[in-house]
């Protein structure tokens, strides 16, 4: 069952109610770790269907979440080799971009900044390489631009700390326009 079924309690939340709610439904290191794929993939389509839990159908107790599902917006598939020759539009681009339970990637990644699990499999991919399949593969250039991007966005993994900041609140019908509704 996705997640956006148990979310209808606050229509403007704060990022640290919709990450407790989160963490309470979905568990916090699962939720974290699901999230630093996305973060170091650039898959910003996780949207709250897209974190499926487990759930008994008798009791409709939670008992666990699913298998992380709906990656296909990671690592970038709509860009052209042009696009990788000029990394500051990419960095723009991904500064602007909302990760879809509605915050920008970089405010949900200072929450998590001090979360060791999360380090610690961050430092594990700071020399990420692809491994060439015997049939299906990308062009060479591709390859490179992508592990390169990919050890990159570790590297603001593993160089993050927290803001003292005030809490952004968007209301459900701004995340709609954002979101849904084009």
């Given at each position: 069952?996705?997640?956006?079924?148990?979310?209808?309690?606050?229509?403007?939340?704060?990022?640290?109610q919709?990450?407790?709610?989160?963490?309470?439904?979905?568990?916090?290191?699962?939720?974290?770790?699901?999230?630093?794929?996305?973060?170091?993939t650039?898959?910003?389509?996780?949207?709250?269907?897209?974190?499926?839990?487990?759930?008994?159908?008798?009791?409709?107790?939670?008992?666990?979440?699913a298998?992380i599902?709906?990656?296909?917006?990671?690592?970038?598939?709509?860009?052209?080799?042009?696009?990788?020759?000029?990394?500051?539009?990419?960095?723009?681009?991904?500064?602007?971009?909302?990760?879809?339970?509605?915050?920008?990637?970089?405010?949900?990644?200072?929450?998590?900044?001090?979360?060791?699990e999360?380090?610690?499999?961050?430092?594990?991919?700071?020399?990420?390489?692809?491994?060439?399949?015997?049939?299906?593969?990308?062009?060479?250039?591709?390859?490179?631009?992508?592990?390169?991007?990919?050890?990159?966005?570790?590297?603001?993994?593993?160089?993050?700390?927290?803001?003292?900041s005030?809490?952004?609140?968007?209301?459900?019908?701004?995340?709609?326009k954002?979101?849904?509704?084009?």
């Amino acid at each position: 069952a996705p997640m956006a079924l148990l979310w209808n309690d606050n229509p403007t939340p704060t990022i640290n109610q919709t990450l407790s709610k989160a963490f309470k439904i979905y568990g916090k290191q699962p939720f974290i770790n699901q999230f630093l794929l996305d973060y170091v993939t650039w898959n910003y389509d996780r949207h709250l269907n897209n974190y499926g839990v487990y759930y008994n159908p008798n009791t409709m107790e939670i008992i666990g979440p699913a298998k992380i599902y709906d990656n296909g917006d990671g690592l970038l598939p709509g860009e052209m080799e042009s696009d990788f020759k000029n990394p500051d539009r990419i960095k723009k681009y991904m500064q602007e971009r909302y990760h879809a339970i509605g915050y920008k990637f970089q405010d949900i990644l200072e929450e998590f900044s001090d979360n060791k699990e999360m380090r610690d499999k961050a430092a594990n991919l700071i020399n990420f390489k692809f491994e060439p399949h015997p049939k299906y593969n990308l062009p060479e250039w591709r390859i490179k631009a992508l592990e390169n991007f990919v050890q990159d966005r570790v590297k603001e993994v593993l160089n993050s700390h927290k803001r003292i900041s005030t809490p952004v609140s968007i209301s459900w019908e701004d995340r709609k326009k954002l979101f849904w509704d084009k």
